[in-house]
């Protein structure tokens, strides 16, 4: 493949999010680490991956799965439904 072609069929790789799964094992392994964006700053990305690829998981989805096994110690499954976008975005998680 020349550089053209590869050009043409670039997609710039780019961090997913937890809420973009049907589903979530609640034994799956969780990172956390620190990472550098392209101004050199530092910061800390929490995610877990499924299949090879990186999904983010926000702070208050972490909150909220807490109160969640609280009320459900046996939890085996949950999604996250998320709404809004930017600074404004909500997350919620259900028990399945």
């Known amino acids: ?3 053209i072609q590869f050009a043409k069929e670039f997609e710039p790789q780019q ?3 937890i809420a973009d799964l049907e589903i979530v094992r609640a034994d799956i392994e969780i ?3 620190v990472r550098k964006n392209q101004d050199e700053e530092e910061y ?3 995610f877990i991956i499924v299949e090879g690829e990186e999904y983010r998981v926000p702070p ?3 909150t909220q799965l ?3 096994i609280e009320e459900k110690p ?3 499954t949950f ?3 998320k709404s809004g976008q930017g600074m404004g975005t909500k997350y919620q998680v259900i028990a399945l």
């Open 1 to 3: 493949m020349d550089i």
């Open 15 to 17: 961090m997913k999010n």
């Open 31 to 33: 990172h956390e680490e």
């Open 44 to 46: 800390k990305v929490i």
């Open 60 to 62: 208050s989805v972490i």
């Open 66 to 68: 807490k109160t969640l």
């Open 74 to 76: 046996d939890l085996k």
């Open 79 to 81: 999604k996250v439904k």
